[in-house]
């Protein structure tokens, strides 16, 4: 089992950009493929980016390819969302989460999720 706590989140201007960091609890965080995911009021939860385990395979939504990066470190059980030139429909509450088995950009495949952080993106 893992536990996982998101921070980072805040209020930016159109173009900035923000960190998400999302540490993960237990000694077995190498062993997990790792997700992000946004929902914004109203609509459903969706796929940002995932990270393979090792680190070396990412994955990104259309939306945010280019301009958003994922990446992890394991030896200190974290992994990250750098967010560059943002725009304010990227407005949502950015979750992270787990998942053991195979790849997966649905989040009804994920085991574990943290509390998620607000990101609001103003114009």
């Known amino acids: 089992q893992v536990q996982l706590v998101e921070s980072g989140g805040g209020l930016v201007q159109a173009g900035g950009s923000l960190r998400l960091s999302c540490a993960a609890s237990g000694r077995t965080f190498s062993s997990y493929f790792m997700g992000w995911f946004r929902q914004a009021p109203g609509k459903e939860r969706e796929f940002v980016a995932a990270?393979?385990?090792?680190?070396?395979?990412?994955y990104y939504a259309d939306s945010v390819k280019g301009r958003f990066t994922i990446y992890r470190e394991n030896a200190k059980n974290s992994v990250y969302l750098q967010m560059n030139s943002l725009k304010p429909e990227d407005t949502a509450v950015y979750y992270c989460?787990?998942?053991?088995?195979?790849?997966?950009?649905?989040?009804?495949?994920?085991?574990?999720w943290g509390q998620g952080t607000q990101v609001t993106v103003s114009s």
């Open positions: 990270i393979s385990r090792s680190g070396d395979s990412p």
């Open positions: 989460a787990a998942k053991s088995g195979p790849s997966s950009r649905g989040y009804y495949d994920y085991n574990y």
